[in-house]
């Protein structure tokens, strides 16, 4: 069975975390790095099961302020970004000191605060918390039963990216332990919440290219440097949300069949345009 619109990984971390070497060794490539941030990009996982074969979106986004990046995942118009992801990895580097062991936990608490916000205590998405090698030889030794432990109490399976084979229970461990949970998700996309369409003739619609509006997904987190004025503020996250919105059409979008892309994309739009 193919997915023809399956649910979206949200890969992240901190900016150097190592989420493009986690993905290029979990699909054997990853995007190209075309700034000094991560955020934004795109990418995409050809899988096939016995059950299903799917190419699964990945996106990218990088946490250097935890509080900021919760504040903006938690407003309204993310709530219809975050509702389309089956799987949150979020890689960290293994911690030197404790104070990296609290950097850890403030991220995974955010983006627990940030599911529970959109999806309630309801959400099925897989989430994996990746411990990444680092640079040099930890110095903090904590055993893979505490980082199972801490990483339980926010919702997210710990996985040792170095770890082989398999553990006492017979599991397998690293890489194999995140390929397997993901092919173990359910993919299915349904009817992609409120950007659902119905079996009716819209016209031509809008053009997947042109829903993106030129936008990479979180490409006007920049934009809001900077601004004091509260009433350019204002517009600016209102043309936020627009853009967060398109952008997310056309996601959903990919994959489709020529006609029934636009009159899915008529649809959606038609609905986002009620509300701006």
């Not at 919440?193 to 990479?216: C, S």
């Amino acid at each position: 069975m193919e997915i023809k619109n399956p649910r979206r990984i949200l890969a992240l971390g901190a900016p150097d975390a190592g989420v493009l070497s986690l993905l290029k060794d979990l699909t054997g490539s990853s995007p190209d790095l075309i700034s000094d941030t991560t955020a934004g990009l795109s990418h995409e996982w050809h899988l096939t099961t016995r059950y299903y074969t799917a190419t699964l979106p990945i996106w990218l986004d990088e946490i250097s302020d935890i509080e900021a990046w919760r504040a903006e995942f938690t407003k309204p118009e993310a709530k219809e970004v975050v509702t389309v992801l089956g799987a949150w990895i979020f890689c960290f580097r293994k911690p030197v000191k404790e104070a990296d062991v609290d950097a850890v936990k403030a991220s995974l608490q955010g983006i627990a605060d940030v599911i529970e916000r959109a999806c309630g205590y309801s959400s099925d998405a897989v989430c994996l918390a990746v411990a990444m090698s680092q640079s040099m030889t930890p110095h903090l030794e904590k055993s893979s039963e505490e980082w199972e432990e801490l990483c339980m109490e926010y919702g997210f399976e710990y996985v040792d990216s170095e770890a082989k084979g398999k553990n006492e229970f017979g599991e397998e461990m690293g890489l194999k332990r995140i390929e397997d949970a993901l092919k173990a998700n359910d993919w299915e996309g349904g009817d992609g919440g409120e950007f659902g369409f119905e079996d009716e003739e819209f016209g031509e619609g809008l053009d997947a290219e042109e829903a993106e509006m030129g936008m990479e997904l979180f490409g006007m987190k920049a934009a809001v440097n900077g601004i004091e004025d509260a009433d350019e503020e204002g517009q600016v996250e209102e043309l936020e949300g627009m853009m967060r919105r398109m952008v997310a059409i056309k996601d959903m979008s990919e994959g489709m069949p020529e006609e029934e892309r636009k009159r899915f994309a008529a649809k959606a739009v038609n609905d986002f345009m009620k509300d701006y």
